[in-house]
């Protein structure tokens, strides 16, 4: 029996990962830049045995059915020919994420799985290397191997496409993330389908190709230059392209809800009165706001003038892979 057990918190895109180039793979259409955050994160535990007949997963102690176990079982294939075993495996995993926050991160759950599996069968992979193989798993999971901020190298092969992490000179602990929990019923579309009927049949696609390589550039600029007001229009102006571009998908669709709205709209009144606070959104309905740590305190005050205290999660920059 061979057992290895990781913890890794959650990334929040600032620019964007939208589209594969390789769906196998997981190669993207372009690069991204993320930070991590303190206050969400996976624990997995992977335990590699002779006696087990089949692979299982456990998600905060709940045995999964075998169409949520499919991305981990072929994760856990890719594992076993670097560990050159045949054996099955049991993948424990904690997320802690608020309940029913819409929150449930395939990104720190494959990223720990990859540092569990790394410790199990003796991988002895590099971070970098670590960041290849998460990438396998959920594109995401790549940046969350890496503490504070982080670019996604888009590259253009299974060995050029990796995470690498983003000095800022402790800027990062002086940033903070308040999530807007927009707990409307819609109908899902994963971020892997929505992506993928963008790339495909979104008129807008090109349009955001174009964009986003000097959305990253920018980004990193200010990032090297503490300039938080350049990094904060670039993020949201960053977040608005890409949900432009399913609008203009076939048939067409929006991760939006009209409390996004609302929240979106806060956060520009908010601006105007004189708080650093700039939104972004993922594949939901939640809004995420960039925006200074010393600022929190009031700008939650404020918020909750619209929103319940159980909708406002705040989180500051997190660490990188821990082995545990
Ligand atoms: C991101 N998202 O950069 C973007 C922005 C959602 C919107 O990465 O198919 O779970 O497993 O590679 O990583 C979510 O997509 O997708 C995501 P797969 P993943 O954070």
Not at 114 to 125: I, S
Not at 138 to 146: E, M, T, W, Y
Not at 161 to 174: D, H, I, N, T, Y
Not at 267 to 283: N, P, S
């Amino acid at each position: 029996m061979r057992q290895g057990k990781a913890r890794t918190h959650t990334n929040i895109a600032l620019i964007k990962y939208w589209g594969k180039a390789d769906q196998e793979l997981i190669i993207p259409m372009n690069s991204s830049l993320s930070l991590t955050l303190d206050a969400f994160y996976s624990e997995t535990q992977v335990t590699f045995s002779k006696e087990f007949t089949a692979d299982s997963f456990y998600l905060n102690g709940a045995v999964q059915s075998a169409a949520e176990n499919k991305k981990i079982i072929q994760f856990l294939n890719r594992a076993r020919k670097l560990g050159k075993t045949t054996d099955f495996a049991k993948v424990e995993s904690q997320n802690f994420v608020p309940t029913a926050a819409g929150l449930a991160s395939s990104a720190s759950g494959l990223a720990a799985l990859a540092g569990a599996c790394n410790e199990a069968l003796d991988l002895q992979m590099t971070p970098t290397e670590l960041s290849r193989f998460a990438r396998k798993g959920s594109g995401s999971a790549c940046r969350s191997i890496f503490g504070g901020f982080a670019e996604w190298q888009k590259g253009d092969s299974d060995e050029t496409s990796f995470a690498v992490p983003l000095e800022a000179a402790g800027w990062e602990k002086e940033l903070a993330m308040i999530f807007i929990l927009i707990n409307d019923q819609q109908k899902d579309v994963s971020s892997r389908d929505g992506m993928q009927r963008t790339v495909e049949t979104s008129v807008f696609y090109d349009g955001w190709l174009k964009a986003v390589n000097e959305d990253i550039e920018t980004a990193k600029k200010a990032i090297a230059q503490k300039d938080f007001k350049l990094l904060g229009e670039t993020t949201e102006a960053n977040g608005l392209k890409m949900h432009a571009t399913t609008l203009g998908a076939q048939p067409p669709f929006t991760y939006w809800s009209p409390n996004s709205l609302v929240a979106m709209n806060r956060v520009r009144e908010l601006r105007a009165t004189g708080f650093d606070c700039y939104f972004t959104m993922d594949a939901g309905p939640n809004v995420k706001i960039l925006t200074k740590k010393n600022q929190v305190p009031a700008l939650i005050e404020e918020l909750k003038q619209t929103f319940s205290p159980e909708q406002i999660i705040s989180a500051a920059a997190g660490p990188g892979l821990e082995i545990l």
